[in-house]
């Protein structure tokens, strides 16, 4: 099993940022992918941005040129900055780890971007 804790949510108005982190233990051996999913009200969960054990990364073009994803492998912790915030990116943040045994997900961090 792995855990993941999230943090970095918060409150933010249109055109700010935030980092959201997370922290990955456990059976962390092998790792190959961490990630970010988002899921509105009302919506699927879908794709924020990918990194890789190589490091190659794959963003959602709504996010291109606003987030970057990059990892700590020392801390087995994975980042979302996020700038230039906008109101549709409001919602529940989750984490996501892919080894050779499973995938999984953090609990979520509520990010909501409004004046």
């Known amino acids: 099993q792995v855990q993941l804790v999230e943090s970095g949510g918060g409150l933010v108005q249109p055109g700010g940022s935030l980092r959201l982190s997370c922290a990955a233990s456990g059976s962390i051996f092998s790792i190959y992918a961490m990630g970010w999913y988002r899921q509105a009200p009302g919506k699927q969960r879908g794709l924020v941005a990918t990194i890789t054990s190589g490091d190659s990364t794959n963003y959602a073009d709504s996010v291109k040129g606003r987030f970057t994803i990059s990892r700590d492998n020392a801390k087995n912790t994975v980042y979302l900055q996020m700038n230039s915030l906008k109101p549709e990116d409001t919602a529940v943040y989750y984490c996501?780890?892919?080894?050779?045994?499973?995938?999984?997900w953090g609990q979520g961090t509520q990010v909501t971007v409004s004046s």
């Open positions: 996501n780890v892919k080894n050779p045994y499973g995938s999984y």
